[in-house]
């Protein structure tokens, strides 16, 4: 199985705030299993939209300190914290490329930015539906990726 080092040194992503502390978290862990990998800190940075990685990569992307106003970067964002809670350090890797690769996609299509006006209208209910429905979603896309990488190495 790939580490998290060697997955988010190929997106280039093992130099940012989140890329180093999945590293360091993995590092640990592997020194001694016993301890934690992720710290309480880590958990709690996570588990907030401003500092979790989604705030990260922009912070314009999230509603006044609130969930982001994409359906699928809150979705990544709520996996992402999953992730960090559990120790799972490869998952998490994959979870900040994607959240980094759909930022850019909103950074640089205009058009997403629309969804922020449908994002307001919908209920509270519809999106957590369609939230909780596309983690489930990314989640099992996420095991095929990391078995994929599993088996060829």
């Not at 130099?15 to 001694?32: L, N, Q």
């Not at 958990?43 to 509603?63: F, H, K, S, Y």
């Not at 994607?98 to 640089?108: N, V």
Request: proline share 2%; net charge negative; charged share 30%.
């Amino acid at each position: 199985m790939k580490t998290s080092k060697e997955v988010l040194s190929k997106a280039h992503l093992d130099d940012t705030v989140w890329g180093k502390a999945i590293i360091e978290a993995e590092a640990r862990y592997e020194e001694d299993a016993r301890s934690e990998g992720f710290t309480v800190d880590d958990c709690t940075r996570a588990g907030d939209w401003t500092t979790c990685a989604c705030g990260n990569v922009d912070p314009e992307l999230i509603r006044g300190g609130g969930a982001p106003y994409d359906y699928d970067l809150e979705a990544l964002g709520v996996l992402f914290s999953d992730f960090v809670e559990s120790d799972e350090f490869v998952a998490a890797a994959h979870t900040l490329i994607r959240i980094e690769d759909r930022a850019a996609a909103l950074a640089e299509n205009p058009w997403l930015h629309q969804q922020e006006a449908q994002h307001d209208m919908a209920t509270y209910q519809d999106r957590q539906v369609y939230v909780n429905r596309t983690k489930i979603e990314m989640r099992v896309e996420l095991r095929d990726l990391i078995y994929a990488d599993e088996e060829t190495r």
